[in-house]
């Protein structure tokens, strides 16, 4: 057994400081290190994920970097990882060094596209590198077009669509302008050159052999074959990660499973499931709003309320909907096991911002969406759910407690929600096959391990 160990090769993969890039790299890890290899996690401390029983194969180190703890918080996601790029391209270059003494051989080094500072660190050691894209193929491709559009006329066609927002964009199709990440642009943490800096080198290939992305052909197709034509290096499709591997934990928060023991009590496919995942927050007003929405609608709901996550209330996220949420018909809790509150019998929709994990976790289990994205690839994400796939529901503009209730009714009750959830079943299905053997993500995962 440890002459079989010690003939392993080496990956060493580094993930986005961020819930849902972890959790992606994580599951990669996972299936690279079941077809042989050993595994190396370079993490910087932000959001640094901490080795358990499970994860007691692969090796943890962090890159040497000197920003304060509290930079990701007063820099905004943005500039702070612009700030993290720059102080990890020396560390990291020295960190892959001492690896390589220890190390007999580091066959690849994968890497987020957002942390692009590997990449030249990588070219000087002439290793071979591969970009994880955690994200949808086609936010990929909005993210180029993006780049292009400010490099043709500036900032006039992306800020809010430059009066366009309705227009649907040109061989983006269904993407709206008002569905590109344009927020960046708008927002008052950053520059407009710094958010343009950044999806320019999350987009730049340089030397990477290829680019793996967690997602299927299925879903995918048009998007991925934009992808390819862009980069001109092969694209693995090798998703959805979450099903083809039984990945090690990878929550940053602790998950409360009292509400699967509620779930046991409920009927099938009545309750909704409601988290707008590990980053988003919401105004008081808003959440009162979707309570009583909720309430009127006179469905179950199981609702994660995290703590930080409502701007402007000085009360206990909890103790704020104490005189609206009864024991019987809803559950409020501060984390939730989501894949497996997913996969539970008595869920029949999901209420998500629509990250690419929750959409994945969700299609995976034939769930139907409600949709209220917010920022960055949501926006794609939901229009995708409810255009293309047709299996989500989208809540635009401000969000009242009428339009709460009829989203809830129109996916819960009324013979729309049945036809999405049968759409969802059969994408499930699809989706499934394609990480079996002979299915087109678990080839393509193949395809990629026989380049190294």
Known sequence: MAEKLAMRRRVVLVPAPAQGHITPMMQLARALHLKGFSITVAQTKFNYLNPSTDLSDFQFVTIPETLPESALNNLGPVRFLIKLAKECYVSFKELLGQLLVNEEEIDCVIYDEFMYFVEPAVKEIKLRSAILSTTSASSFDCRFLMCKLYDKDGLAHLKEGGGREEELVPDLHPIRYKDLPTIFFASAECSVESSVELFKNSCYKGTASSVIINTARCLEMSSLERLQEELEIPVYPIGPLHMAVTAPPTSLLEENVS????????RSSSVIYISLGSMTSM????????????VSSNQNFLWVIRPGSIRGSEMCEEGLFSKMVTLDRGYVVKWAPQKQVLAHSAVGAFWSHCGWNSTLESLGEGVPMICRPFTTDQMG???????????????????????VERAVKRLMVDEEGIEMRRRALSLKEKLKASVLAAGSSHNSLNDFINTL
């Open 283 to 294: 105004e008081t007003k808003e959440v009162l709003e979707m309570a009583s929405g909720l």
């Open 259 to 266: 509400c699967i023991e509620w779930l046991n009590k409920q």
């Open 381 to 403: 994400n939901a229009r995708y759910l409810e255009c293309v796939w047709r299996v989500g529901i989208q809540v635009e503009g401000e969000l009242e407690r009428g339009a």
